[in-house]
């Protein structure tokens, strides 16, 4: 709000004092530099509107130089090489997405990585090499490679399945496995029955693969059926 004394001195030249644009008071215009100067949002401010993606940010120019090869810094320098487009509100327009902007703006100003548990790290480092922010682009490959690393070291798990079998079928069970299944221990069941001329003893064959995808709710672990077949056949 200007004071008495100014609307004396601009008050021919001035529109209504309730007469805003989006950007600020029109009456501006007819200002001397100096004055311009002292009113906040006025002239070279540190201040600056960036539009990315329709979602508006405010920040100040000392965070977006904080790297000198940044596509941001070039953009508070008005690098003439630079083609840099504003909106009606005076806002520079960047055709990025705004949802990892957020994290990329938070390391300018205070040199930490934070996201968000629905935000990938993969996000930002799209958006930090776009930006060209060197530091950024070192620290998210770091937090992604510790990420896979920690996911690699998840103890691998196992399906298991008992079947049983008679001794003339051993042999092609084994061989015809297939589909990741792998033989894990033959147990004899301690029966056996008359076959034609010859006497066949049966046994139950346990099989195990490895568990990739632990949404189906499957057990990792042998049943307890299984323990106790595995137990009386190692006291066989």
Not at 50 to 72: A, E, H, I, P, W
Request: glycine share 8%; charged share 30%; aromatic share 8%.
């Amino acid at each position: 709000e200007l004071s008495s004394c100014s609307r004396d001195r601009i008050g021919g030249m001035a529109e209504n004092s309730s007469d805003f644009s989006g950007s600020g008071c029109r009456r501006c215009s007819v200002l001397s530099p100096g004055e311009r100067a002292q009113m906040p949002g006025i002239g070279d401010s540190k201040w600056v509107r960036l539009n990315v993606g329709g979602t508006y940010f405010l920040t100040t120019r000392q965070t977006l130089c904080r790297d000198s090869k940044s596509f941001l810094y070039r953009l508070c320098q008005a690098d003439p090489d630079l083609d840099s487009d504003k909106d009606e509100t005076g806002a520079y327009l960047i055709d990025r997405d705004p949802t990892y902007f957020g994290p990329v703006l938070n390391y300018l100003r205070h040199g930490k990585l934070v996201l968000n548990k629905d935000l990938a790290e993969e996000g930002v480092l799209e958006e930090a090499e776009f930006y060209n922010i060197t530091s950024l682009i070192k620290l998210t490959k770091d937090k992604i490679r510790e990420r896979d690393c920690r996911t690699s070291q998840v103890p691998v798990k196992h399906v298991y399945r008992v079947l049983q079998c008679q001794e003339e079928e051993l042999t092609q069970m084994v061989s015809t496995m297939s589909d990741g299944w792998k033989f894990e221990q033959l147990v004899s069941i301690g029966s056996s029955y008359n076959y034609g001329n010859e006497d066949q003893a049966e046994f139950l064959c346990v099989v195990s693969k490895e568990l990739h995808n632990q949404s189906y709710g499957t057990s990792s672990e042998p049943s307890e059926k299984a323990k106790i077949l595995q137990e009386r056949g190692s006291r066989m």
